[in-house]
């Protein structure tokens, strides 16, 4: 294009890529220390003479280095630049910004550290001997952009010198992604793998590895046409090389068009064009189309859909649905292989990850992923038979499958014991707000409980509720029309809605019965009973209310499609505040390093008093306990200690004063600035400050500091929130922002429920 510009790449232009790539500092990676240097003991501790205790139990025991150094997470991207994307051979210092991206791309999707290492020999022997000794370095080896035939010489040369995994991305990382893409097509045109009749077009590293996991994955042998560029790759022809010969097959076909002739499926690794329009009517009904060349596909996705309007249809290209896209694999892999210290990667583990993406595919996608890239609602189907890249379900779903089929196999040299857990903390890795939530988790599927869900008809909502089934925490049950949820649940393909309640709440036969308890309350603040049956009849906030109110729900969720202010008010009128306590909404956000804060209150008080604030600690303080984190609590104002004086710092000073007085077991001072209360070395002019850490739970001086701060600090800082949670009612129930993913309302829903598990605990 005029402007250098290439639709795979969303528009992006030659002379946005150099500014990005020359921006200081060059390239795209740094290295970053993970130890403090900053006074002379550390450096005596990290170097001179610290160091040499690591050194001394390593040779004792070649399997503490992994105890003492980054080879457990270290990957080593390595290339000679021969064949680099569709470029060709442009050298290995041509490569280098490359191997950087898959570096970024390791550290990004699965926290696997990487170096890019770009050797400049086109010789196999050479690259082999320089490669084979990099060993003591690095858990895994990825080979990138080397071509054929030496690329598989170089791999099996490789595998058999080295025990770390040895992994070429471009034959297997393509193998892997495709063939879950395949499963998916096939499942979708009712087909059996094993009477799939596929073509492949182009014998090069990834037409090979395609074809070798396929017929491992039980597609036959006589089932497969291979072509290259002399046409179809028969048993008999000659001048063939052992990694072509060893799949051929008897077919009276010679060339590609004769070998599409009634085929059910086409792999395309070859050229732009080498599929007419002609071939693709010639294959069966719905065929399969897995276009892959780069950087354009042998046939592209609308001259295919015009010949055969039901085709199925895949590219390698981020414009077109259905990518074949390598970062769905290769991160993972290593992810699994890494944590189990495999010793290779098999085909068993190649499998398993193909599995696990197919499986992956057919579930519900999270609205992240839309708002990640894809632009509009996915669903499972034509259009989407491989998962998103941007799903963050990858990280707990491959790995784990990677790793149990290592430890099947028996490569793996550290087995985990609990694949669950290990799902659950690598969630965690990338997404720390996932281990706060993890102990709640495990404790509410062990009691599994009732919550409903006010606004069910509402698709977000609809789609939370199958998530809070299916991850086993209890029975949703949503307020609505039955016939309008059921049509939204097939409408999104969630099946149906066994373990699912759905009540009218106009035609419930409880409305009665809600009414006379509402009435029991509101009498004497001006309503008639006529109030509380209309209330009940179509309000749903307080039919949700006297649900759990009344004991016939344990929780309830709502808030997607009301003002917080609305939503309180409907709930009053059911629930109380716990006696001599202060509700109050807290939210928790967790930083991109992983700090986990809480702040309150972000929901109720504007200004609250001294009372309220000492409440505020208190409940804020034992929530956070409940989470798992041992409480540090600032109440922060714009002044510290009194300098400057001012009355909000007086309100704070009284707010402590009161907390003297409960006699309470957790740390606590104010008033303080933010900066104190986080940085130590700050709080160091303050001797006699009573924190012995950070500060983990801020205590903000009004409702306007608060909700600025649970808003702004994600959004500059990354990192997530949860809630804000309403603390302090006697009965569970919570709000979500309005504008609330499905992963936000599931995770404050199974919250809601919890606090019903951690009442009954204290009783």
Request: charged content about 20%.
């Amino acid at each position: 294009m005029a402007d250098g510009s290439d639709p795979r790449t969303a528009h992006v232009s030659a002379e946005e890529a150099l500014a990005l790539h020359s921006s200081p500092p060059p390239g795209k990676l740094q290295i970053r220390i993970s130890k403090p240097l900053t006074t002379a003991r550390d450096l005596s501790l990290a170097y001179s003479p610290g160091v040499a205790e690591p050194c001394l139990r390593i040779a004792r025991s070649s399997a503490a280095v992994y105890d003492y150094t980054t080879k457990g997470n270290m990957v080593a991207v390595i290339s000679n630049g021969t064949a680099v994307l569709g470029l060709g051979n442009l050298g290995a210092l041509a490569a280098k910004p490359v191997m950087e991206g898959k570096v970024a791309l390791f550290k990004r999707f699965a926290d696997v550290d990487g170096i890019d290492l770009c050797i400049a020999t086109e010789d196999a022997d050479e690259f082999v001997n320089c490669v084979r000794f990099l060993g003591p370095s690095f858990g895994g080896i990825n080979l990138e952009d080397i071509k054929a035939p030496e690329c598989f010489m170089i791999e099996a040369r490789l595998r058999e010198l080295m025990d770390i995994p040895v992994f070429h991305d471009d034959q297997h990382g393509t193998a892997i992604v495709a063939a879950a893409g395949f499963m998916n097509a096939c499942h979708l045109t009712g087909r059996d793998l094993k009477r799939t009749r596929l073509v492949v077009n182009g014998a090069g590293a990834a037409a090979i590895a395609c074809v070798e996991l396929l017929k491992a994955m039980s597609v036959r042998h006589d089932n497969v046409v291979l072509c290259d560029t002399k046409g179809v790759v028969w048993r008999g022809r000659e001048g063939l090389n052992q990694w072509k010969s060893a799949h051929a097959v008897d077919t009276p076909a010679r060339t590609l068009a004769e070998a599409l002739e009634g085929a059910d499926a086409f792999f395309g690794l070859s050229v732009k064009g080498a599929v007419t329009q002609d071939m693709v009517r010639r294959m069966a009904d719905r065929p399969i189309i897995f276009a892959m060349a780069n950087p354009d596909p042998e046939i592209t996705p609308e001259e295919a859909r015009a010949a055969s309007p039901h085709a199925i249809i895949a590219t390698g290209r981020s414009d077109y649905p259905n990518q074949v896209n390598n970062v769905l694999g290769f991160p993972y892999i290593f992810r699994g292989a890494l944590d189990v210290r495999a010793s290779t990667i098999n085909e068993a583990m190649k499998i398993a990850a193909a599995e696990a993406l197919a499986l992956l595919a057919r579930e519900d996608v999270p609205d992240e992923v839309s708002t990640a890239g894809a632009g509009h609602r996915l669903q499972f189907g034509p259009d989407y038979i491989i998962p998103n890249a941007f799903d963050p379900r990858l990280i707990s779903r491959l790995p784990p499958a990677v790793a149990k089929a290592a430890i099947d196999s028996g490569v793996a040299r550290r087995p985990i014991a609990d694949l669950r857990k290990y799902a659950r903390e690598l969630s965690g890795r990338l997404d720390p707000t996932a281990n706060a939530l993890d102990a709640i988790m495990e404790d509410l599927r062990a009691q599994p409980k009732r919550v409903v869900f006010a606004e069910g008809e509402e698709e977000k909502i609809v789609r939370a509720a199958c998530a809070f089934r299916n991850g086993g925490y209890g029975t949703p049950v949503l307020i609505g029309r039955e016939d309008r949820v059921r049509d939204t649940m097939t409408r999104l393909g969630l099946g149906q809605a066994e373990g699912i309640e759905i009540q009218n709440a106009r035609l419930s036969t409880s409305n009665r019965k809600y009414a006379d308890f509402l009435y029991g309350r509101l009498q004497r603040r001006g309503f008639v009973y006529r109030d509380c049956q209309r209330m009940v009849n179509q309000d749903r906030n307080v039919f949700a209310a006297c649900m759990v109110a009344t004991g016939e729900a344990d929780a309830m969720v709502t808030g997607l499609t009301r003002s917080s202010a609305v939503c309180l008010e409907a709930i009053g009128h059911a629930i109380d505040t716990l006696p001599g306590a202060t509700s109050f909404g807290l939210t928790l956000m967790v930083g991109a390093r992983g700090m986990t804060i809480f702040i309150a209150d972000t929901l109720i008080h504007a200004r609250p008093s001294p009372q309220q604030l000492a409440d505020i600690a208190c409940g804020a303080a034992a929530t956070a306990r409940r989470l798992g984190h041992e409480p540090r609590v600032a109440l922060l104002s714009f002044s510290t200690f009194g300098n400057p004086a001012h009355a909000i710092s007086n309100i704070l000073t009284e707010a402590v004063r009161l907390l003297d007085q409960r006699g309470l077991d957790f740390e606590y001072d104010g008033e303080m600035s933010p900066d104190v209360a986080l940085d130590t070395s700050l709080r160091a002019l303050y001797p006699f400050c009573r924190l012995t850490g950070p500060a983990n739970v801020l205590v903000m001086p009004g409702l306007h500091s608060a909700h600025i701060t649970s808003r702004l600090a994600p959004r500059l800082a990354g990192g997530g929130t949860v809630g804000p949670l309403l603390i302090g009612l006697t009965h569970s129930a919570q709000l979500v922002p309005m504008d609330a993913s499905v992963s936000q309302i599931v995770e404050v829903a199974t919250l809601a429920a919890h606090q019903t598990i951690a009442r009954q605990a204290a009783r």
